[in-house]
Structures are given as structure tokens and as C-alpha cells.
């Protein structure tokens, strides 16, 4: 587990000596520096930028609570407040803070204060890692990072939707039929009929279900009971009164409802 440089910021001296006694019990937390009050603490996370920061409340001169808000945004550490005072809590959670200890701190919450932060961290270095990913992308391809960006989220969705869809047809073996190779669904009462290269497979499912596990960005819902692969649209036809009808590659004619004729708007 990788550890966490942590910086310690308190006005009482006995209430540092504790907490840094309690975190030796955590070999991944590395407590770098301790502060007796809110300028030093300031100041020592703009020049060690640490993991972390345990931080009093209730200091003199600076409350933990104004120097967390002068910290630069760049450089922010996670905040875990420890106070002896709990009407603070709304403030300090207000502030994004990773956990709220209330003194004397038991080692059961800082156990818990301890895990949250390794949480968190994994967190950011995700994104710091998918941001440095797409600053590469960016300029190996000339493409904007909002593009990139976009291409990723659908990428990551597409790893959330199983590659087959399991239907169990009446009077039949159960079928894994490739999510691909569907061409469009619809519903018929309690059953939807999920036709794929000309062949029609029955199921038992509600509408909402089966959009559950596929993939949002592929299929669509074009009517109340329709859902349509839009990979498989060569041609989208106006109608009257806002309607359309939509062509598929296997020479389907589906009808979109008004309600759903910004889902095509694009093959239009």
C-alpha cells in the first residue's frame, strides 16, 4: 500500500504528541512535519505539499477551518479535522473534508479516518493518471481533451455492459447472442422479442431491465416499446406531425415516436 505523507496541525502540544503516537500504529502514514498553529501549518503545506493534513479546529489567530481556505487550490492535501467540538462538523464537511474526529480520538474512528484517506487517494491518482493520459493523447493527435475525453467515458462504459445478452427462449436452450448482432427489440406484453440477423429470440424481461445491461451509447430507445441498435441505422425518413421512421441495414422500418426523434437527430 503506498504511503501517506501526512502533516499534523494542532495548538496543543500534548493533543500533537497523542495523534502521532496513535498513527505509528499505521506504517503506510508518514507524518513529516507537526505544527502548533495555523500560519505554520499554512506554511509547511505549501513548501512539504503532503498527502494529508490532520488539522484542530479551534486554534488562536487562525481557525483550522480559515487556513484550510487559504491553502492554494493546486496544492490542497486531503483534511481529516480533529476537534473537541462537534458543532462544527457542517462547516468542515462544507470544506470537502475527508473525515471529522471528535477528541479523545479512539482507534476504531481513526482506523476508519485512515482507510477513508487511502480511499480517496486512489481516487486521485485515477484521475491524476487519466488527466496525464489525455494531455499525451492531446498532443500525439491534435485533438482536444474535452474529444478525448468523451471517447474515454464511452470506452469505460462499454467495459460496464456484458458483450452477450442471456436469453432463455420458450421451449428452448438458453442463447448467448452477441450484443452486436442485434438489430432491435421490441416489446410485446410481458415478453420482448430481441430480433438479431433475422431470427427472432423471445424473452422474458421488462423494458427497463434489458436497457439495464446494454449499452446505452448503442442502443436506443426510439418508441414506448422499441429499442433500436444505432449501428444498425442506414436511414432516417420525416413524417407528419414530427415522426420518423428510421431504415435499418437488414431493410427493418421502425417508426420513432415524437418523444424520442432527438435520438435520431444525428442520422437525420
Partial sequence: MKSLRVILIDDEPLA?????YRLRAFPEIDVIAQ?????????????????????????????????????????????????????????????????YLLKPVCTERLQQAVSHLHSRQQQRDSQ?????????LCQYT?????????DLEQGEQLCRYPSNLTIKDAGRDTVLLPCDDIDW???????????????????????????????????KRIHRSTIVNVQRICKVTPHTNGERYISLIDGTCLKVSRSYKNVVSDFA
Fill in 128 to 136: 491524476r493518471h487519466k488527466q496525464q493520459l489525455l494531455q499525451a
Fill in 185 to 219: 427489440i421490441d416489446a410485446a406484453g410481458d415478453y420482448m422479442c430481441v430480433h438479431s440477423n433475422g431470427d427472432t429470440h423471445i424473452m422474458r424481461s421488462s423494458m427497463k431491465a434489458l436497457l439495464e445491461q446494454l449499452n446505452p451509447h448503442v442502443f
Fill in 142 to 150: 491534435g485533438r482536444s481533451i474535452f474529444e478525448l475525453d468523451s
Fill in 35 to 99: 505544527c502548533g498553529n495555523g500560519y505554520d501549518g499554512l506554511n509547511a503545506i505549501h513548501k512539504l505539499r503532503p498527502d494529508a493534513v490532520f488539522l484542530d479546529i479551534e486554534m488562536p489567530e487562525l481557525s483550522g477551518i480559515d487556513m484550510i481556505q487559504m491553502v492554494h487550490a493546486e496544492l490542497m492535501p486531503m483534511v481529516v479535522f480533529v476537534t473537541a467540538f462537534n458543532q462544527f462538523a457542517i462547516d468542515a464537511f462544507a470544506l470537502h473534508a475527508i473525515d
Fill in 16 to 20: 500533537l504528541q497523542g495523534l502521532e
